[in-house]
């Protein structure tokens, strides 16, 4: 079946970097894109950019450019995302999700996120 | 940039009423980039709806969405105890790419 599977739980100090890993299975990696969420201690969801696994083509958001890297390993099928001068509002669980460009029928595309990661909860604190 | 706003913020319900939730778009928002999500404590995100209107692979047919252009809607037709969750609105857009609207918590009354 389609799963991403993610990285165990970090601690990390301010100031340092993390890098969490998504490795997807049970489907083609390079037909997809993936797009990294995270989620602070009891708030909603926040988009933090995308990778496309076929060309390794990237967009962030505006907030974290310069902090954060996205990669893909398409020989394992893995999704990275690396955040750099981390904060202690940098607290968060980190989502992988898949995300799909699907054709419809009257030549228009249907974009969203199909398959989710469990996430990765990542603390920061000195 | 788009901006997403979800009304109510909670909406306290029992098992078997029907549930209505918005989500209000700051400008017009394609109907086909427009997507609901499920989220329980401790669980991520399940796609409920994409296309503003189609359900996801495996969602029951008492979850149905509408609307257009500014107004879009997810309704619930009768509460199940599994269905009392946190409802996110998305969008696809140009800049930035996805936006979230701040969720709508379903609760037991």
């Known amino acids: 079946q389609v799963q991403l599977v993610q990285s165990g739980a970090e601690v990390k100090k301010p100031g340092a970097s993390v890098k969490v890993s998504c490795k997807a299975s049970g489907y083609t990696f390079t037909s997809y894109g993936i797009s990294w969420v995270r989620q602070a201690p009891g708030q909603g969801l926040e988009w933090m950019g995308w990778?496309?696994?076929?060309?390794?083509?990237?967009n962030y958001a505006q907030k974290l450019q310069g902090r954060v890297t996205m990669t893909t390993d398409t020989s394992t099928s893995t999704a990275y995302m690396e955040l750099r001068s981390l904060r202690s509002d940098d607290t968060a669980v980190y989502y992988c999700a898949r995300e799909v460009a699907a054709a419809g029928t009257v030549g228009y595309y249907y974009y969203y996120m199909d398959v989710w990661g469990k996430g990765t909860t990542v603390t920061v604190s000195s | 940039e788009i901006v997403l706003t979800q009304s109510p913020g909670t909406l306290s319900l029992s098992p078997g009423e029907r549930a209505t939730l918005s989500c209000r778009a700051s400008?017009?928002?394609?109907?086909?980039?427009l997507a609901w999500y499920q989220q329980k404590p401790g669980q991520a995100p399940r796609l409920l709806i994409y296309?503003?209107?189609s359900r996801a692979t495996g969602i029951p047919d008492r979850f149905s969405g509408s609307g257009s252009g500014t107004d879009f809607t997810l309704t619930i037709s009768r509460l199940e105890p599994e269905d009392f969750a946190v409802y996110y609105c998305?969008?696809?857009?140009?800049?930035?790419?996805?936006?979230f609207g701040q969720g709508t918590k379903v609760e037991i009354k």
């Open positions: 990778i496309s696994a076929y060309n390794g083509n990237t």
């Open positions: 400008q017009s928002v394609s109907s086909s980039y």
């Open positions: 998305q969008q696809y857009g140009s800049s930035p790419r996805w936006t």
């Open positions: 296309g503003a209107s």
